[in-house]
T-cell receptor
Framework: KNEVEQSPQNLTAQEGEFITINCSYS?????LHWLQQHPGGGIVSLFM???GKKKHGRLIATINIQEKHSSLHITASHPRDSAVYIC??????????FGQGTRLTINP | ETGVTQSPTHLIKTRGQQVTLRCSSQ?????VSWYQQALGQGPQFIFQ???????GRGNFPPRFSGLQFPNYSSELNVNALELDDSALYLC????????????FGAGSRLTVL
């Protein structure tokens, strides 16, 4: 079993739909990242969370430390949101442990 | 403020060859971490360099080695390439080990034939 599990692995939705991507982890962490990876590979950090909730534009990220679970929400989704979304947790000072990613496709 | 730059962006090697990948860290960052991302998978931690010393290593064999230079840029070297080494290699820099703000490069895509 992976230390970081994401669901779903693939998600296709229509423009305007509300999107939720989930991340569960089984290890102690100091922080959790939500990352966006576009075709070609570059990774952009969307959020870093250690508790509670953060919002940036149409993106919202929440974390429940007791339940070891985080969610990334996208409101009013748009085709430009199509990308792979990756959850990663800080395990110690050196190591980031990544989920396998969720491939999101938003159709116009 | 410059971001993280990786080179080359793409390269093709054959089994048994050696490869060197390069990463320039963001200005002000002294820590560089390297990750291997196989197709369709999440990245896997290879190792981290902090102030020119290895500062943590993942589950990768010794033929994966690295260097960090006084300007905090870094190299990843892989010897005796195997087909399974084909992947996207990502580096990320931060201003300290364990710092929660990370800047990723665009990656180097290695194909081993």
């Amino acid at each position: 079993k992976n230390e970081v599990e994401q669901s779903p692995q693939n998600l296709t939705a229509q423009e305007g739909e509300f999107i939720t991507i989930n991340c569960s982890y089984s290890v102690g962490i100091s922080a959790l990242h939500w990352l966006q990876q576009h075709p070609g590979g570059g990774i952009v950090s969307l959020f870093m969370l250690s508790s509670g909730k953060k919002k940036h534009g149409r993106l919202i990220a929440t974390i429940n430390i007791q339940e070891k679970h985080s969610s990334l929400h996208i409101t009013a989704s748009h085709p430009r949101d199509s990308a792979v979304y990756i959850c990663a947790v800080h395990q110690g000072a050196q190591k980031l442990v990544f989920g396998q990613g969720t491939r999101l496709t938003i159709n116009p | 403020e410059t971001g993280v730059t990786q080179s080359p962006t793409h390269l093709i090697k054959t089994r048994g060859q050696q490869v060197t990948l390069r990463c320039s860290s963001q200005s002000g960052h002294n820590t560089v971490s390297w990750y291997q991302q196989a197709l369709g998978q999440g990245p896997q931690f290879i190792f981290q360099y902090y102030r020119e010393e290895e500062n943590g290593r993942g589950n990768f064999p010794p033929r994966f080695s690295g260097l960090q230079f006084p300007n905090y840029s870094s190299e990843l070297n892989v010897n005796a390439l195997e087909l399974d080494d084909s992947a996207l290699y990502l580096c990320a820099s931060s201003f300290a080990p364990g710092a929660n703000v990370l800047t990723f490069g665009a990656g180097s895509r290695l194909t081993v034939l």
